[in-house]
């Protein structure tokens, strides 16, 4: 017969911070990569600039934000998008990548989320009873390995959209365009 050994207070909460500080990196994370977006679009439009600033902090959602930037880069393609032939497609493939980590980061903000204690240790799952349809994808899968994907991924963006952003904004320095991330 198996015996059940339930987890100590202090396994629990260890258990809880870790969770909570994956999911606070996200959020520091995805703050930095919007801030960097939001100076993007601001440089684009830096004639009108106190109207980009209120268009862009006027939008309670990244997604909306994500769509000004994107119409701004169609609307007015920066000169780098002119002489370096992947620009576009690359700032298209980081602005999808992001629409993709949003559902990562929304459903560790917003998800509530079990703790089942395994003979590995702990697991952090859809709480069994959230009927919650978005969230199907996530049901049964541990997500505290899918988090810490998701920090490394949105790392990694922040670094690359840097590097594009510089070659946009360089005015008389020409800065080799980077080269998309794996």
């Known amino acids: ?14 258990a809880d911070q870790s ?10 994370w995805w703050a930095k990569l919007h801030e960097d977006l939001a100076q993007l679009y601001f440089f684009l439009l830096s004639p009108k600039d106190q109207q980009a600033k209120t268009a862009w902090y006027s939008h309670r959602s990244d997604a909306a934000q994500r769509q000004l930037l994107r119409a701004a880069l169609l609307s007015e393609p920066p000169r780098s998008f ?9 700032f298209d493939w980081m602005l999808k990548a992001i629409e993709e ?9 917003h998800a509530v989320v079990s703790i089942i204690w395994g003979t590995d240790g702990p697991s952090f799952e859809l709480d069994p009873f959230s009927d919650n349809p978005k969230l199907e994808k996530f049901r049964g899968i541990n997500l505290l390995p899918t988090l810490t994907n998701c920090e490394s991924r949105l790392e990694t963006l922040v670094g690359f ?9 360089g005015s008389h320095t020409a800065f080799d365009w980077p080269d998309r991330p794996r």
Do not use: F, H, W
Not at 1 to 14: C, F, G, S
Not at 19 to 28: A, L, M
């Open 1 to 14: 017969m198996a015996v059940i050994k339930m987890p100590t207070r202090e396994q629990l909460d260890a």
């Open 19 to 28: 969770y909570c500080t994956k999911g606070g990196r996200i959020g520091v």
């Open 82 to 90: 002119k002489e370096n032939p992947c620009a576009e497609a690359d």
């Open 101 to 109: 980590l949003a559902v990562i980061r929304n459903t560790a903000t």
């Open 161 to 169: 959209n840097r590097l594009m952003a510089s070659c946009i904004t």
